[in-house]
């Protein structure tokens, strides 16, 4: 099985680790995206976020999408020290949308995976 992603991506990471008997495709001299070397049969699958696995199986109807993701992605805002005040502000705001639920709904909303 030739899996595609992103060379030196969290996806690439996740082929490696998770699909160990997988041939690993990370170069991509065409510079095609993978999406589309997946569409022209260039590889067997593609590891991609989550959201875009949905569309493009959505827009591609012999797709079909693994139920169970490879991994999990953490990501974060990184501020210069010297921005306090505003790491404060958006630690509230983060905060008051975790707790309100609203960001389990906005999660939902766009195919982000809760852990």
Known sequence: LRVAAGAGTTAERAVRARLPRAE????????????????????????????DADRLVAEHPGLRRLEENLDVERYALALPKREGALKLRLDAAITGLHRSGRLRALDEAHGVAQD
């Open 24 to 51: 690993g495709v990370f170069a991509n001299e065409r510079e095609l995206a993978d999406a589309e070397r997946l569409l022209q049969r260039e590889v067997d699958a593609v590891a991609m976020d989550g959201p």
